[in-house]
């Protein structure tokens, strides 16, 4: 018995996080549910009794945080880094995070919120990045990355005249656009191949650009979805919070790994 849960963990959990495997049906769940309770616990256990507001400046806060923990996961890749389970999707997620709680809880106690926070991550993402500029072997996937970006967010900003959505759901939607341009430069124009399960049989049928109707979807269906299951507005924004930070990691980490030519 403890040898089928131990095969089963390694099989759906331990392997993909090194062989670069990519998520199955299974992992994609229990990732997905222990997202929604780190979400949930997070708000009511640390925002709340730290008495953060969740608004621009919070995403702002962790942005430097996320760049960091995206740009370390793409140097594991790119063997800059040793391979360990703390940097390695999904730890860089809890490693991130335990980073990031001392100075927020240093900002509300000394009243420099959110000074501290960025600072620290602004630290250690300056440290991931002169690492990658000093592997970097191309920067032209740089480029093309930016320029669907660019088409990308001119579209959005234009669509958002008419006020579709709250305001601060703007930094998902932009995050998850900037996510897109870079798996499709990756997919399309580099043979990369999509990790996850689902978008890895849409891709095969339809090609990379099909990825901007799909995530544009999602992106409806969960504000949507949202705006029905949180009517509490700091915690929805929290819950867009999350899902900013989804977006935002690979978008910051796929081109790196690009760069670096993994």
Same mark, same amino acid.
């Given at each position: 018995?403890?040898? /089928?849960?131990?095969?089963?963990?390694?099989?759906?959990?331990?392997?993909?996080?090194?062989?670069?495997?990519?998520?199955?049906?299974?992992? &994609?769940?229990?990732?997905?549910?222990?997202?929604?309770?780190?979400?949930?616990?997070?708000?009511?256990?640390?925002?709340?009794?730290?008495?953060?507001?969740?608004?621009?400046?919070?995403?702002?806060?962790? &942005?430097?945080?996320?760049?960091?923990?995206?740009?370390?996961?793409?140097?594991?890749?790119?063997?800059?880094?040793?391979?360990?389970?703390?940097?390695?999707?999904?730890?860089?997620?809890? &490693?991130?995070?335990?980073?990031?709680?001392?100075?927020?809880?240093?900002? @509300?106690?000394?009243?420099?919120?959110?000074?501290?926070?960025?600072?620290?991550?602004?630290?250690?993402?300056?440290?991931?990045?002169?690492?990658?500029?000093?592997?970097?072997? /191309?920067?032209?996937?740089?480029?093309?990355?930016?320029?669907?970006?660019?088409?990308?967010? $001119?579209?959005?900003?234009?669509?958002?005249?008419?006020?579709?959505?709250?305001?601060?759901?703007?930094?998902?939607?932009?995050?998850?656009?900037?996510?897109? $341009?870079?798996?499709?430069?990756?997919?399309?124009?580099?043979?990369?191949?999509?990790?996850?399960?689902?978008?890895?049989?849409?891709?095969?049928?339809?090609?990379?650009?099909?990825?901007?109707?799909?995530?544009?979807?999602?992106?409806?269906?969960?504000?949507?979805?949202?705006?029905?299951?949180?009517?509490?507005?700091?915690?929805?924004?929290?819950?867009?919070? @999350?899902?900013?930070?989804?977006?935002?990691?690979?978008?910051?980490?796929?081109?790196?790994?690009?760069?670096?030519?993994?």
């Amino acid at each position: 018995m403890l040898e /089928s849960l131990m095969d089963f963990l390694y099989r759906y959990f331990w392997e993909p996080m090194f062989t670069r495997s990519g998520y199955n049906p299974i992992n &994609t769940f229990v990732y997905a549910f222990l997202l929604g309770l780190g979400v949930i616990y997070s708000y009511k256990y640390i925002i709340k009794p730290l008495r953060i507001k969740v608004d621009e400046r919070l995403f702002l806060a962790v &942005t430097p945080m996320v760049i960091f923990g995206s740009t370390v996961r793409a140097l594991v890749d790119g063997g800059v880094l040793p391979k360990n389970p703390l940097i390695l999707t999904p730890g860089i997620f809890f &490693t991130a995070f335990i980073l990031i709680l001392p100075a927020l809880a240093a900002d @509300a106690k000394m009243e420099m919120y959110p000074r501290i926070t960025i600072a620290w991550g602004a630290l250690l993402a300056l440290w991931a990045n002169y690492l990658l500029v000093t592997n970097a072997k /191309s920067w032209e996937p740089y480029g093309l990355t930016l320029i669907h970006t660019a088409v990308s967010f $001119a579209a959005v900003f234009a669509f958002y005249r008419w006020r579709p959505f709250e305001r601060l759901y703007l930094y998902p939607v932009l995050a998850h656009y900037f996510d897109i $341009a870079s798996t499709v430069v990756a997919i399309h124009f580099y043979g990369y191949r999509e990790v996850h399960w689902l978008e890895n049989i849409l891709v095969n049928y339809l090609g990379a650009y099909s990825y901007y109707p799909w995530i544009t979807l999602i992106l409806v269906v969960v504000y949507y979805g949202l705006r029905y299951l949180v009517p509490d507005e700091e915690e929805r924004y929290f819950w867009y919070l @999350a899902i900013y930070i989804l977006g935002l990691g690979p978008a910051i980490r796929d081109p790196a790994q690009l760069v670096l030519q993994v």
